[in-house]
C-alpha cells in the first residue's frame, strides 16, 4: 500500500504496488483487518484495466475504508469460501496482530468453516482442515449428551496462553509432554466420533482436562475442580473447560438420563446452563450496501 486517499468525486481511492499474483477488478482487498470491494482498477497512465501484474502500481477505487501507508494487502476473489478465508485472516489480524492478544489459530479456522473437522496446524503457517462426515445420529446424541455451563467467571485467555508459551519456551518437560498428549487426544476423539463410540467422548475429554491442566498454571482453579469433580459425581463421564482455561465456559459428556442429574448438582455453584446448537455453515461474511 502506497498510500490511500479521499476524493470528493470517487470516493476512497488506494495506491498500491502489485509484488505478486494478479489484482483483479472486482476482487475483494484485505488490509490491516478490513475488507472491501474493488470496484475499479486505474492504471498509472489513467486508464481503466481489468487487472494489474506484479510490479505495476495501481490505483483502486470503490473501498470502504483508507488504510496506510506501507500497510500489506491481499486480493482475494469475491467468492463464498475465499470470504470465509477473508473474514478468518481479518479476525486473525485484530486478535494477534493489531491487540497483541496471545492464542493459536483454532478459533478463526473453526469459526470460519464450521461443522466438524479435523484441522493439523504445521510451523510454517500450513493449515490443513479435514471435514469429517458424521451420521446425523451420532450429532443428534452428541448435542444431547453434551451440558454446557457457563461458570460465572470470565478470565484473559491470552495470559495463560502466554503461560504455555513460556513453558515450552523454556523446554519444561511435563507441560511439553502434557501437549503432546492433547494432540493425541484430538486424534482419539476423532476416530471415537466416526466410528460412533459415543461414551467414549466422555473418557477422552477427562482425559485431555487431566494434562490439559499441566500445561499451565491457572488453568483451573479450587471453583472449577469442584465443579468438575461435582458433574462426575453426578453422571458426567468426562468434561473440560473451554478455551485457555481459568473461567468461562466448561462443557460435560453426561450419556442417557445423567444430563438431568448433573444439571441438579451443578445448580449450587451459581453458573447457569446455556443451551447450543452443532451447525454445518461456518461464519457469514458481506458487504453492506
Same mark, same amino acid.
Given at each position: 500500500m502506497v498510500d490511500s486517499k479521499l476524493s470528493s468525486k470517487l470516493g476512497k481511492i488506494a495506491t498500491?504496488?502489485?509484488q505478486g499474483g494478479t489484482l483483479r477488478e472486482k476482487n475483494l482487498l484485505l488490509a490491516n483487518g478490513k475488507i472491501g470491494k474493488i470496484k475499479r482498477i486505474v492504471d498509472f497512465q489513467g486508464k481503466n484495466v481489468n487487472q494489474a501484474?506484479?510490479?505495476d502500481p495501481v490505483q483502486v477505487i470503490g473501498l470502504d475504508f *483508507? %488504510?496506510? %501507508?506501507?500497510?500489506k494487502f491481499l486480493a482475494i476473489p469475491d467468492d463464498k469460501f475465499s470470504k470465509k478465508i477473508g473474514k478468518l485472516l481479518a479476525d486473525y489480524q485484530i486478535e494477534r496482530k493489531d491487540l497483541g492478544q496471545a492464542g493459536g489459530k483454532q478459533d478463526q479456522y473453526a469459526a470460519a468453516f464450521g461443522g466438524f473437522n479435523f484441522m493439523e496446524f504445521y510451523s510454517d503457517d500450513k493449515v490443513i482442515v479435514n471435514p469429517l462426515r458424521i451420521k446425523e445420529n451420532y450429532l443428534n446424541e452428541m448435542q444431547y449428551c453434551i451440558l454446557l455451563y457457563y461458570t460465572g467467571t470470565s478470565r484473559l485467555s491470552s495470559k495463560i496462553i502466554e503461560m504455555q508459551s513460556g513453558n515450552v519456551s523454556a523446554k519444561k518437560e511435563k507441560s511439553i509432554d502434557a501437549m503432546h498428549k492433547l494432540k493425541e487426544q484430538?486424534?482419539?476423539m476423532k476416530e %471415537?466420533?466416526?466410528?460412533?463410540?459415543l461414551n467414549q467422548i466422555g473418557e477422552i475429554l477427562n482425559f485431555g482436562w487431566l494434562y490439559k491442566k499441566q500445561t499451565a498454571e491457572g488453568i483451573s482453579n479450587p471453583m472449577i475442580d469442584e465443579i468438575y469433580e461435582a458433574a462426575i459425581k453426578?453422571?458426567? *463421564?468426562?468434561g473440560k473447560i473451554s478455551g485457555a482455561g481459568g473461567g468461562g465456559f466448561m462443557f460435560f459428556y453426561c450419556p442417557n438420563f445423567s444430563r438431568y442429574t448433573v444439571i441438579e448438582r451443578l445448580h449450587q455453584f451459581g453458573g447457569e446452563f446455556r443451551r447450543f446448537q452443532f451447525t454445518k455453515q461456518g461464519a457469514s461474511v458481506w458487504l453492506a450496501r
Amino acid at each position: 500500500m502506497v498510500d490511500s486517499k479521499l476524493s470528493s468525486k470517487l470516493g476512497k481511492i488506494a495506491t498500491l504496488l502489485v509484488q505478486g499474483g494478479t489484482l483483479r477488478e472486482k476482487n475483494l482487498l484485505l488490509a490491516n483487518g478490513k475488507i472491501g470491494k474493488i470496484k475499479r482498477i486505474v492504471d498509472f497512465q489513467g486508464k481503466n484495466v481489468n487487472q494489474a501484474f506484479p510490479g505495476d502500481p495501481v490505483q483502486v477505487i470503490g473501498l470502504d475504508f *483508507l %488504510a496506510e %501507508a506501507g500497510e500489506k494487502f491481499l486480493a482475494i476473489p469475491d467468492d463464498k469460501f475465499s470470504k470465509k478465508i477473508g473474514k478468518l485472516l481479518a479476525d486473525y489480524q485484530i486478535e494477534r496482530k493489531d491487540l497483541g492478544q496471545a492464542g493459536g489459530k483454532q478459533d478463526q479456522y473453526a469459526a470460519a468453516f464450521g461443522g466438524f473437522n479435523f484441522m493439523e496446524f504445521y510451523s510454517d503457517d500450513k493449515v490443513i482442515v479435514n471435514p469429517l462426515r458424521i451420521k446425523e445420529n451420532y450429532l443428534n446424541e452428541m448435542q444431547y449428551c453434551i451440558l454446557l455451563y457457563y461458570t460465572g467467571t470470565s478470565r484473559l485467555s491470552s495470559k495463560i496462553i502466554e503461560m504455555q508459551s513460556g513453558n515450552v519456551s523454556a523446554k519444561k518437560e511435563k507441560s511439553i509432554d502434557a501437549m503432546h498428549k492433547l494432540k493425541e487426544q484430538a486424534v482419539m476423539m476423532k476416530e %471415537a466420533i466416526l466410528r460412533g463410540n459415543l461414551n467414549q467422548i466422555g473418557e477422552i475429554l477427562n482425559f485431555g482436562w487431566l494434562y490439559k491442566k499441566q500445561t499451565a498454571e491457572g488453568i483451573s482453579n479450587p471453583m472449577i475442580d469442584e465443579i468438575y469433580e461435582a458433574a462426575i459425581k453426578a453422571g458426567a *463421564l468426562g468434561g473440560k473447560i473451554s478455551g485457555a482455561g481459568g473461567g468461562g465456559f466448561m462443557f460435560f459428556y453426561c450419556p442417557n438420563f445423567s444430563r438431568y442429574t448433573v444439571i441438579e448438582r451443578l445448580h449450587q455453584f451459581g453458573g447457569e446452563f446455556r443451551r447450543f446448537q452443532f451447525t454445518k455453515q461456518g461464519a457469514s461474511v458481506w458487504l453492506a450496501r
